[in-house]
């Protein structure tokens, strides 16, 4: 959604550009639609936190009981700081990774946390850490979708999961090392269309029926994250009713089948706060180059946000609206041009206005001036927390707006400091 221009005005003024503006009214909202069909159905949601892992909207998830999906240790960590809790009853966090590093294993031991492994070799990694809980096992189911291939889950392209063959040689090792299979598993992948989430579901729901008949154990399904979110268009978001009657058949299904009680799981991260944060930056300069035998020129507009902030166009071509604060884009008689909008990097892809196939595909928007703010809509998923400190920029601020429109710095710039504190000169050998 649109902020008010005086709102993002006095905000910059504050803490400067770029900046984050997360939107609780969003994300509570985004909340309430995942709620809807989880209440009816009895479907357990989980918050894959890789999306977002700001404690703030962790808080949030963990006030509408929503469980965790995280994919390391310190993810846990952070949801155990956030407020969630320990312990395999009910498992309300769970780590799903295909390699544990760093301090992963310790974590899951000592908080008692539900692994989801995804690679065999992992229960032989539990076992010599003296694990003895359930597990999990993430199966890849031999399809997936994805809005480009690196996020397409499933398949024999993708490293992510267990091949559905494996599986039974996979659950030997685990009855041998003494482990219980209670969960199975599978995430098919982050695709942008609705008839493929669903497609892709009840495909899965099938092969889970078939596999519940061999895995005694199994008292829990999880049919992954993965619900889209419409960053082209505000007015064509996945329907909430075929999504609530596609999560219901899919429980019906699997609950009718397994005689036993089952409980049915999704974890979408995407969904939930994709729309509710806005990434705002200042345009420093408008340039042109002109053309060539290498080429057509172009107009550049010079934004102090790079990759190192929101990385999704520079890395998949993805699609975020851009809006220059204050000049309507709605309005028809409001000229407007093709625009590059490109960032502080020293890299030529630092670019927002790019697609999967071209690297520079100008957007149609009002002439900028120096000066002007400028928004990037929809970063809330994978904005902030694929950000990093190349060229050594510290991490943009980031701020939350209430319901009552009262804003709150959650996290501050990151500044010089920060980034050197990991920097030793310990000796070692
Ligand atoms: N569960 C698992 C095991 C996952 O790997 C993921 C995403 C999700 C759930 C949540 O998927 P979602 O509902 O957010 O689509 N960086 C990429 C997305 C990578 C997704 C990785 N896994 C992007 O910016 O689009």
Not at 94 to 101: E, I, M, P, S
Not at 191 to 208: K, M, V
């Amino acid at each position: 959604m649109n902020h008010p221009p005086a709102l993002l005005r006095s905000l910059a003024e504050k803490v400067g550009t770029p900046f984050w503006l997360y939107d609780a009214r969003v994300i509570r909202q985004r909340i309430a639609d995942i709620q809807f069909l989880t209440d009816t159905e009895g479907v357990q949601a989980r918050f894959a936190m890789k999306a977002c892992p700001a404690t703030k909207v962790l808080k949030e998830m963990k006030a509408a009981n929503i469980w965790i999906d995280a994919v390391s240790g310190n993810e846990v960590l952070r949801a155990l700081r956030a407020g969630h809790p320990t312990g395999h009853q009910p498992p309300v966090i769970c780590l799903t990774c295909d390699v544990f590093r760093d301090n992963a294993l310790p974590v899951v031991l000592e908080n008692g946390i539900l692994p989801n492994i995804g690679s065999p070799g992992q229960i032989a990694d539990l076992k010599k850490a003296g694990y003895s809980g359930p597990i999990s096992v993430r199966v890849n189911p031999g399809f997936g979708h994805g809005h480009v291939n690196a996020c397409d889950t499933g398949g024999p392209s993708s490293k992510h999961g267990i091949w559905l063959e494996d599986l039974f040689a996979t659950k030997e090792m685990a009855d041998k090392a003494g482990l219980e299979i209670t969960m199975l598993h599978a995430h098919i992948g982050s695709g942008p269309q609705f008839q493929e989430l669903h497609d892709n579901l009840t495909r899965l729901a099938a092969e889970f029926v078939t596999l519940l008949e061999k895995f005694t154990k199994v008292n829990t399904i999880s049919l992954g994250g993965g619900i889209p979110h419409n960053y082209r268009d505000h007015g064509a978001q996945v329907p909430i009713e075929p999504l609530h009657e596609l999560f219901a058949s899919c429980h019906q299904r699997l609950v009718s089948k397994a005689r036993r009680d089952l409980r049915l799981e999704i974890e979408p991260g995407r969904y939930y706060v994709a729309p509710g944060c806005t990434l705002v930056t200042r345009v420093t300069d408008v340039k042109q180059t002109r053309s060539n035998e290498k080429g057509s020129g172009a107009t550049f507009a010079m934004v102090d946000a790079g990759f190192v902030d929101l990385v999704r166009p520079a890395m998949y071509g993805s699609y975020h609206a851009i809006d220059i604060v204050g000049k309507d884009d709605e309005d028809p008689n409001v000229p407007r041009e093709p625009i590059v909008v490109a960032g502080p990097l020293c890299e030529s892809g630092d670019i927002f206005t790019r697609d999967d196939r071209e690297l520079l595909a100008p957007r149609l928007l009002p002439r900028p001036a120096a000066g002007d703010l400028l928004t990037l809509r929809d970063a809330g998923a994978y904005g902030y927390a694929m950000s990093s400190n190349y060229n050594s920029i510290g991490r943009a601020p980031q701020l939350w707006l209430e319901d009552d429109g009262s804003v709150e710095i959650i996290s501050r710039r990151e500044n010089i400091d920060d980034l050197l504190k990991a920097e030793t000169s310990e000796r070692l050998a």
